[in-house]
């Protein structure tokens, strides 16, 4: 069974770089056919994808935070990561990793809380 | 991107009521539309994929139905721990969520 931990700072002072990493254990991220993805909620809201690292290596963002953001993946230590730059309070959320397939998440971390804060 | 519109935004309802949950698309997605359950401080569940599917482990009172940009999930007797946010979900975009009540 997959599961992901996610783990990094959950304090981050305004206009630096919020580094997250997930954890993969139960199944390798170079498994055909997943997809490694980073989720957030901000607090009392709904689900904002952020973006992906395919098996193959490709990435894909979310329009919105493409220019500040990048995934990248460590297979051999079956971890994939989130850096996310020049931050504001408005990326104080909850950092959900997941993995899917074809598009369906089966597999979530159990998220990761933010503060953007001075 | 694809718009996941979600309706209603919030709803109250007793245990035993049936409950119905909407979400349309702004382009047609076929039959690739994911159902998920969210509790307080929990990730999301699968509970529903392509559409229809029921996911292994999920009460059969869960049931989806839909294609092209109408895709409904319906509860079939709410039980108290189904009182939960539900999000539609379609590849890189999520639904804003319907969050179920007790009434």
């Known amino acids: 069974q997959l599961q992901l931990q996610e783990s990094g700072s959950g304090l981050v002072k305004p206009s630096q770089t919020l580094s997250l990493t997930c954890t993969v254990s139960g199944g390798s991220i170079n498994s055909g056919g997943y997809s490694w993805n980073w989720i957030r909620q901000s607090p009392g809201k709904g689900l904002e994808w952020i973006g992906y690292i395919h098996h193959t290596e490709s990435t894909h963002y979310n329009p919105s935070l493409k220019s500040r953001v990048t995934i990248s993946a460590d297979r051999s230590k079956t971890q994939f990561s989130l850096e996310m730059r020049s931050v504001t309070a408005a990326d104080t959320a909850v950092y959900f990793c997941?993995?899917?397939?074809?598009?369906?998440?089966?597999?979530w971390g159990q998220g990761i809380l933010v503060t953007v804060s001075s | 991107d694809i718009q996941m519109t979600q309706s209603p935004s919030s709803l109250s309802a007793s245990v035993g009521d049936r409950v119905t949950i909407t979400c349309q698309t702004s382009q047609d997605i076929s039959h690739f539309l994911n159902w998920y359950q969210q509790k307080a401080g929990k990730a999301p569940k699968l509970l529903i994929y392509d559409a229809s599917s029921l996911e292994t482990g999920v009460p059969s009172r869960f049931s989806g139905s839909g294609s092209g940009t109408h895709f409904t999930l319906t509860i079939s007797s709410l039980q108290p721990e189904d009182f939960a946010t539900y999000y539609c979900?379609?590849?890189?975009?999520f639904g804003g969520g319907t969050k179920v009540e007790i009434k």
């Open positions: 997941a993995a899917d397939m074809r598009g369906v998440v089966r597999h």
């Open positions: 979900q379609q590849y890189a975009s």
